[in-house]
């Protein structure tokens, strides 16, 4: 590992169009574009750790841009850099973050998406007419590489992995790390230089370890540590006297109005729970604010508390239903969003809300239109949702990595305080708030440990590697070990993977399974047999499948999605919530639930199996 040289704000490294704009457009270079771009302009593989708000997107992507623009003969010929990040949503808002300084600058330099909600017209559109920058996932990434669309890929110069973190210290920071190394072999039989890799992070330790898993066994990396501890506003609410009898502290409420307490709403639940004084002080946070993130663990109560909101705002009554209780002949019981007065206090965000449905959600909270965004893991990375002045988190976040990151959308810029709430749900949780808390104040970030040898992820790529082209083993080996989270692979590990994928099991439980590849030991080579490459795209990655129908308007627009569960119980006329918004089932499909809108009804709430800490 290489430390960057500190050096003076480098903008003499651009050209003209390029400085001028900056200058025009930021007062001066951040740290982390000050020491990023005289190792990324040396063509250095880098690794930029950085605070929230402080450009390493521009730290990234600036020099790459001034590249392109001085070669205007190169543009349109095929991909130049490949920009990755893990969630679709992030991936969406550095497209549109790109276009200022691509229209300051005035380069035609075209910038391309591709992921998992891209249509089949406009990927058969990019083959044929590639962008110059690639905006994608690292599961797309993978299709393309593992398709004949990587014939627009063989003359990239570049590779940035955003969010670097979120991928790292899982299977699909493995799954993701080979393909890069494919990519990079791919370019070198095309006849162009390595890849430069560039990676980006806010929470990373220790750095040497997560800039090794960036470039891989075989290079050194430039470290660029511009991180400093963030200013945080973190305080722990506890809306309760007494933690161990919830039921207690609402009847003190009832019992008197000279006590200080806040008289309890005729629609709180009896039963023992700590949701009906959350949901009191979570309101009046919001209401005491301008924009405020609700981060929670799970989809299902991104909806439930959402819903809860504004309800309360509108002084209406609880009114979800479990899905069995719910007829078909509900009448509206309170007021709807097109109805007078109605305020509208908070929505849901999560990764089973359609792409157009998160987009006018987060441009609703940008704007000042909406004050509330109950979210999930959905808004935890560097997406700009602009002057967010608070962030609450319901239950612990599970780790100081996930805190930091979540509270971090506070205060987005730099040197601007995070200000942030945890609400603990229970006595254990309340402890490890305390826990997580005080580590976020010191810094203290949990070690990235990343796993190696992972041998699903090997044989996923081995038959895709072979479904394409013949390969010599000697060859596959390289690549596969070229890579971190496989360079302690031995060679008879390999072997009993290839020999696994050959048809060659250990045992004759397995007999049944099919031969993917044909392995000619006499040759050394492997090539596919028939299916694999089919089998190659359609059991790509490493996130689970789910059983999801997708849920339409009668016109074809799509909302979101439904787990299959929650459909086989479900009967047309029947409403349900999404988004915050109350639904009506009107016909069930073989893959689809067409609904319309039912402002004002009561709804189910919605579930997803594997529903989870982490989960979109």
């Not at 229970?426 to 708030?433: K, M, V, W």
């Not at 690549?479 to 989270?485: L, N, Q």
């Not at 439980?509 to 031969?515: I, M, Q, S, V």
């Amino acid at each position: 590992m290489t430390p960057a040289a500190t050096v003076k704000p480098p903008l003499n490294l651009f050209s003209d169009p390029v400085r001028k704009w900056f200058e025009s457009s930021f007062e001066a270079p951040t740290p982390a574009q000050v020491e990023g771009w005289p190792a990324i302009a040396t063509g250095e593989h880098t690794l930029i750790c950085a605070p929230t708000g402080s450009g390493k997107t521009l730290s990234a992507f600036l020099w790459g841009i001034d590249s392109l623009a001085r070669r205007p003969e190169e543009l349109g010929a095929g991909v130049k850099i490949v920009y990755i990040s893990p969630l679709k949503a992030l991936s969406y808002d550095i497209e549109r973050n790109l276009r200022a300084p691509l229209a300051g600058i005035g380069a035609p330099i075209t910038v391309g998406l591709r992921t998992g909600d891209t249509p089949q017209s406009q990927r058969r559109a990019m083959r044929k007419t590639p962008p110059d920058i690639l905006i994608t996932t690292p599961e797309s990434l993978y299709l393309m590489i593992s398709s004949g669309a990587r014939e627009i890929l063989t003359g990239v110069e570049a590779v940035i992995v955003d969010e670097i973190h979120a991928v790292a210290p899982s299977k699909r920071g493995a799954h993701m790390a080979l393909t890069l190394e494919r990519l990079d072999d791919l370019v070198r039989k095309a006849g162009g230089d390595p890849i430069q890799r560039i990676g980006l992070s806010a929470t990373q330790r220790p750095l040497e370890r997560v800039g090794q898993f960036l470039v891989g066994s075989k290079r050194k990396c430039t470290l660029v540590d511009a991180s400093k501890p963030k200013a945080l506003d973190l305080e722990i609410v506890v809306p309760l006297e007494d933690m161990t009898e919830p039921d207690a502290s609402t009847e003190k409420r009832r019992e008197g109005k000279d006590n200080g307490l806040p008289e309890p709403q005729p629609y709180e639940p009896t039963q023992r729970s700590i949701w009906p004084a959350i949901y009191p002080r979570l309101l009046e946070l919001v209401q005491q604010h301008t924009s405020t993130i609700v981060f929670v663990n799970n989809r299902r109560a991104a909806e439930r508390i959402a819903k809860r909101l504004n309800e309360m705002a509108n002084d209406e009554p609880e009114q979800e239903l479990p899905a069995t209780e719910v007829a078909g002949n509900e009448k509206p019981v309170g007021k709807g969003p097109d109805d007078a007065g109605y305020v509208e206090m908070a929505r849901a965000h999560h990764g089973s809300l359609s792409h157009e449905e998160r987009l006018v959600v987060e441009e609703m909270l940008k704007s000042g239109d909406l004050p509330c965004l109950v979210a999930t893991s959905s808004l935890e990375l560097g997406i700009d949702m602009g002057a967010i002045d608070l962030v609450v988190q319901i239950e612990s976040p599970k780790s100081v990595t996930r805190g930091l990151q979540r509270v971090g959308r506070a205060g987005h810029s730099l040197g601007e305080v995070s200000k942030g709430r945890i609400f603990p749900k229970f006595r254990s949780d309340l402890l490890e708030c305390a826990v997580v808390a005080r580590l976020m104040r010191r810094g203290e970030i949990e070690e990235t440990v990343i796993p190696h040898n992972p041998l699903d992820v090997l044989a996923q790529h081995m038959v895709s590697m072979a479904a394409l082209d013949e390969w010599r083993v000697d060859d596959v080996f390289s690549v596969v070990t070229a890579s971190e989270s496989f360079r302690d692979l031995s060679r008879e590990q390999f072997e009993n993977v290839l020999d696994m994928l050959d048809g060659r099991y250990p045992s004759e439980r397995f007999a049944e399974l099919r031969p993917r590849v044909v392995w000619d030991r006499t040759a050394g080579t492997v090539r596919g047999r028939k299916g694999a490459r089919q089998l190659a795209v359609t059991n790509a990655g490493t996130i689970p499948d789910r059983g999801l129908f997708g849920v339409h308007l009668p016109d074809g627009r799509r909302v979101g999605e439904l787990d299959e569960e929650m459909v086989y119980e479900a009967r047309p006329g029947q409403t349900f919530l999404l988004g915050a918004t109350t639904w009506r089932i009107e016909d069930i499909t073989r893959d689809r639930v067409i609904v319309s809108p039912a402002p004002g009804a009561p709804g189910a709430g919605p579930f997803w199996r594997g529903d989870g800490v982490g989960r979109p």
